[in-house]
């Protein structure tokens, strides 16, 4: 079992930065692919970003952030980070870790005109 939490919401305004933290703890944490996901109001859940297990060179995104999100894990694989630049008003959501079947609980970002 795995478990995950993420860290690093928070409020900023149109074209500004966050960096969101998403740790795994548990018998088999950090050996999978981890992912982000977003879900704003009224909307399905999205997917951002991943970073592979073992190559953790390997990085996919979705169309809306590419060129402006850098998803990236830390040696022990367990900490996984995604850098969110130029952020627009129309991404503010709750920002979900996922690894394996596993999600963590959600980090609130709220991005202002």
């Known amino acids: 079992q795995v478990q995950l939490v993420e860290s690093g919401g928070g409020s900023v305004q149109a074209g500004s930065s966050l960096t969101l933290t998403c740790t795994a703890s548990?018998?088999?944490?950090?050996?999978?692919?981890m992912a982000w996901y977003r879900q704003a109001p009224g909307k399905e859940r999205e997917f951002v970003a991943a970073?592979?297990?073992?190559?953790?060179?390997?990085?996919e995104y979705g169309d809306s952030v590419k060129g402006r999100f850098t998803i990236s894990r830390d040696k022990t694989g367990k900490t996984a980070y995604v850098q969110m630049n130029s952020l627009k008003p129309e991404e503010k959501a709750i920002y979900y870790c996922?690894?394996?079947?596993?999600w963590g609980q959600g980090t609130q970002g709220t991005v202002s005109e």
């Open positions: 996922r690894e394996k079947t596993y």
């Open positions: 970073v592979q297990g073992r190559r953790r060179n390997v990085t």
């Open positions: 548990g018998r088999t944490a950090g050996s999978y692919t």
